[in-house]
């Protein structure tokens, strides 16, 4: 097992990646701490990884709320001990389907401010929390969009491009105290619900199905396939591991050579 007795929070862990994420890192012998700001989903994906034979543990805290985050963070120490381990997937409430010209200032800029937002609180809270206790791996995660310029994207990819290059900085800060930092850049998985519904949206567009669009997404691609939540979750487990103890501001590539680096 990769990740065997660590210790690791995720973030957004009731969404389609975060929950991914939780059970692979549980998979791979983790004990996870699984967080958001609804009980019930957060259940779910706790009852799947203790199913398996896991170990799993639910939080309540908004990540815009820096003092919730706090407050867990303490709950969780005082369950299992010091965390080595976290990965944010929040949600930060990107609109698509509309272009920049036609859009209001505030539709733009939500994903931005709540991706900026979520990451400062816990990027800094985690930050401080490993550099004092031996050191860890901080995570998230980002889309083709960070890099590459799509129609009627709204802010959506901007964010993914300032989270970024949030966590290089973040990487370079921390560091030398044994903190890294790292992504994974997704291609936008199709059995994602919010990916597929804005599949669903630029299909409209293009006037044709979502089979239709998902294989000729495929076909730019050299591995001529998208990578599913799985194989996402799989690069996540990489980063976190000691596998990748050389990798900190840097990204694993899971757009099956759609973006070549």
Same mark, same amino acid.
């Given at each position: 097992?990769?990740?065997?007795?660590?210790? =690791?929070?995720?973030?957004?862990?009731?969404?389609?990646?975060?929950?991914?994420?939780?059970?692979?890192?549980?998979?791979?012998?983790?004990?996870?701490?699984?967080?958001?700001?609804?009980?019930?989903?957060?259940?779910?994906?706790?009852?799947?990884?203790?199913?398996?034979?896991?170990?799993?543990?639910?939080?309540?805290?908004?990540?815009?709320?820096?003092?919730?985050?706090? @407050?867990?963070?303490?709950?969780?120490?005082?369950?299992?001990?010091?965390?080595?381990?976290?990965? !944010?997937?929040?949600?930060?409430?990107?609109?698509?389907?509309?272009?920049?010209?036609?859009?209001?200032?505030?539709?733009?800029?939500?994903?931005?401010?709540?991706?900026?937002?979520?990451?400062?609180?816990?990027?800094?809270?985690? =930050?401080?929390?490993?550099?004092?206790?031996?050191?860890?791996?901080?995570?998230?995660?980002?889309?083709?969009? =960070?890099?590459?310029?799509? @129609?009627?994207?709204?802010?959506?990819?901007?964010?993914?491009?300032?989270?970024?290059?949030?966590?290089?900085?973040?990487?370079?800060?921390?560091?030398?105290?044994?903190?890294?930092?790292?992504?994974?850049?997704?291609?936008? @998985?199709?059995?994602?619900?919010?990916?597929?519904?804005?599949?669903?949206?630029?299909?409209?567009?293009?006037?044709?199905?979502?089979?239709?669009?998902?294989?000729?997404?495929?076909?730019?691609?050299?591995?001529?396939?998208?990578? !599913?939540?799985?194989?996402?979750?799989?690069?996540?487990?990489?980063?976190?591991?000691?596998?990748? !103890?050389?990798?900190?501001?840097?990204?694993?590539?899971?757009?099956?050579?759609?973006?070549?680096?």
């Amino acid at each position: 097992m990769l990740l065997k007795d660590r210790v =690791a929070v995720v973030y957004g862990g009731s969404g389609a990646v975060g929950g991914a994420v939780a059970r692979a890192f549980a998979r791979e012998g983790a004990i996870v701490h699984v967080v958001g700001r609804r009980r019930a989903p957060l259940e779910a994906v706790a009852a799947d990884i203790r199913t398996a034979g896991g170990i799993a543990h639910i939080g309540l805290a908004d990540a815009l709320n820096p003092d919730a985050l706090a @407050s867990h963070l303490d709950t969780a120490i005082a369950k299992s001990g010091p965390i080595k381990i976290a990965f !944010s997937a929040i949600d930060w409430g990107d609109a698509q389907g509309q272009k920049l010209s036609d859009m209001s200032y505030q539709r733009f800029i939500m994903p931005v401010e709540r991706g900026l937002k979520s990451w400062l609180n816990i990027g800094g809270l985690m =930050a401080r929390h490993m550099g004092d206790n031996g050191g860890g791996v901080i995570l998230g995660v980002t889309a083709n969009a =960070a890099r590459e310029a799509y @129609s009627e994207m709204g802010g959506f990819g901007i964010a993914c491009a300032a989270v970024e290059h949030f966590l290089r900085h973040l990487a370079v800060e921390n560091g030398p105290k044994g903190v890294r930092c790292c992504w994974v850049r997704s291609p936008g @998985s199709p059995d994602a619900p919010g990916v597929r519904e804005a599949w669903l949206i630029h299909a409209r567009e293009k006037g044709i199905s979502f089979d239709d669009l998902h294989r000729e997404y495929a076909k730019d691609t050299p591995l001529r396939r998208i990578a !599913s939540l799985g194989q996402v979750a799989d690069a996540a487990v990489l980063l976190a591991s000691d596998l990748a !103890s050389s990798m900190t501001a840097t990204l694993a590539n899971t757009t099956g050579g759609a973006q070549l680096d």
